[in-house]
C-alpha cells in the first residue's frame, strides 16, 4: 500500500484517508479537553459556542498539519531520522503559529475583535505554540518508537525467514544423497534428474533476491522436491493435484508450498508401511489464493503432536505472518482419515 521509498521513515502516511480521520478524532478530543480546562475566552462566549470555536481552530491546525506531512513526507522520509524529526517539529509549530496568525485576522473581518493584533495577541500565540510544542513532541515521539518496533519486528522476522530458506533437513540431505548414490549405477539418468532438483531446490532456498515468486514457480519447485521424495519413498508417495487458473498477479511468499508437502510427507506418508496419497489443490476465490493440502491420518493418530510436524507448520506460519501480517490464515484440521491444512493469502503481492 505505500511504496518502499516513502515507507523507510517513521512519518506515516497523512494522505491516507483513515489517518487523516484519526487526526480528526484526536484534535477534537484535545479540543473538548481544553475547553474544560481554559479560562473563557477574551471574546467573550458561552460554554457551546466555547467549545465550537476551540474544535474549529484545533481542527484547522490539524489537518493544515497533517496536510504540511503529507506533502513534506516523501521529503522528510529520506533524511536522516535526526534532521527529518527537527524539521517535521519545527515545520508543525510554523503551522500553527500561521493558524493562529489567519484566525485572528478572520475574528477581526467578521467584527469578533477589534484589531487583527489584539491586546491579548502574545498570549494567544504563546499558548498555542506551548500546547502544540508538548503535543508535537508526543505525536513524534509516538511515530518514531513505532517506526522503531516497526522496524526491529521487521528485521527479525527477515532474519527469521532467512535462516528458514537457508535451513533443509539435514536427514532430507543425508537420504537424497544416499539415494543418488544407489541410482548413479542402475540409472544414472533419474540419479542426474534428482542432482539437478536438488539443486534447484537449494537454489531457492538460498536465494536473496525474490521473496515473492508466481504461483507457477512454486509449483515447480514443489513438483522437483516430490520427485525426489518419490524416489527415497520408492514410489510410495502419490500426489492428486487440482490446480486452478490464477491471475498474473497472483504471488506467493517463495517455499510456501514445499514445506506444507514435506509436514504432509512426515506425518501421513513416512508412517504407513503402505504408504498413501497427498491431495493438493490451489484455487483463486474473491481475491485470495486458496492452498489445501490432505493427507493420509495414521489410525490411532487423531493429530499430529511431535515437535518436528508443528515446527514444519509453525516456521511457515511465521514468514507468512511476515509477509501478510493478519491477511493470512492458516487452519489445521482432522477427518476420520484424512488430516487437512488450509492455507489462505490475499491475492496481491504487497510485502509486509
Not at 487458473?245 to 506425518?267: N, S, W
Not at 511431535?306 to 493478519?326: A, F, I, M, P, V
Request: with cysteine.
Amino acid at each position: 500500500d505505500i511504496d518502499a521509498g516513502q515507507d523507510a521513515g517513521f512519518l506515516p502516511n497523512f494522505c491516507n484517508g483513515w489517518t487523516v480521520f484519526n487526526v480528526v478524532v484526536i484534535a477534537e478530543i484535545l479540543a473538548m479537553v481544553i475547553s474544560i480546562v481554559s479560562p473563557q475566552l477574551p471574546i467573550g462566549q458561552n460554554r457551546f459556542s466555547k467549545l465550537l470555536m476551540i474544535s474549529l481552530f484545533i481542527q484547522w491546525i490539524a489537518l493544515a498539519s497533517a496536510g504540511a506531512l503529507c506533502l513534506s513526507r516523501k521529503y522528510l522520509n529520506r533524511l536522516p531520522e535526526l534532521r527529518a524529526l527537527v524539521m517535521a517539529y519545527l515545520m508543525l509549530l510554523c503551522v500553527t503559529w500561521l493558524v493562529g496568525e489567519a484566525t485572528l485576522w478572520v475574528l477581526w473581518l467578521v467584527h469578533l475583535t477589534g484589531s487583527p493584533s489584539p491586546e491579548w495577541n502574545a498570549y494567544f500565540h504563546v499558548q498555542n505554540l506551548t500546547i502544540a510544542a508538548i503535543v508535537n513532541a508526543l505525536a513524534l515521539r509516538y511515530f518514531l518508537a513505532r517506526h522503531r518496533l516497526k522496524q526491529r519486528t521487521l528485521s527479525e522476522a527477515r532474519a527469521k525467514v532467512q535462516a528458514l530458506r537457508s535451513r533443509i533437513r539435514p536427514h532430507f540431505l543425508f537420504n537424497t544423497m544416499n539415494v543418488i548414490a544407489s541410482l548413479t549405477r542402475s540409472a544414472p539418468s533419474q540419479a542426474e534428474s534428482a542432482i539437478e532438483n536438488m539443486a534447484d531446490i537449494f537454489r531457492t532456498m538460498i536465494a536473496d533476491g525474490e521473496n515473492l515468486v508466481p504461483i507457477k514457480n512454486e509449483i515447480v519447485i514443489a513438483q522437483k522436491y516430490l520427485d525426489i521424495e518419490s524416489l527415497r519413498l520408492d514410489n510410495r508417495l502419490k500426489v492428486d493435484w487440482d490446480v486452478g487458473k490464477f491471475p498474473r498477479k497472483a504471488v506467493i511468499p517463495v517455499l510456501t508450498l514445499q514445506p506444507l508437502l514435506e509436514h504432509a510427507i512426515q506425518c501421513g506418508i513416512e508412517p504407513l508401511a503402505e504408504g498413501g496419497s497427498i491431495g493438493l489443490r490451489l484455487w483463486e476465490e474473491s481475491e485470495t489464493i486458496n492452498i489445501m493440502v490432505s493427507s493420509p491420518l495414521p489410525r490411532g493418530r487423531s493429530r499430529p503432536t511431535h515437535g518436528q510436524d508443528e515446527s514444519t507448520l509453525n516456521d511457515l506460519r511465521l514468514r507468512l505472518e511476515s509477509h501478510y501480517g493478519k491477511s493470512a490464515r492458516m487452519e489445521v484440521a482432522n477427518g476420520e482419515d484424512r488430516l487437512m491444512v488450509a492455507v489462505t493469502l490475499p491475492t496481491r503481492g504487497d510485502n509486509l
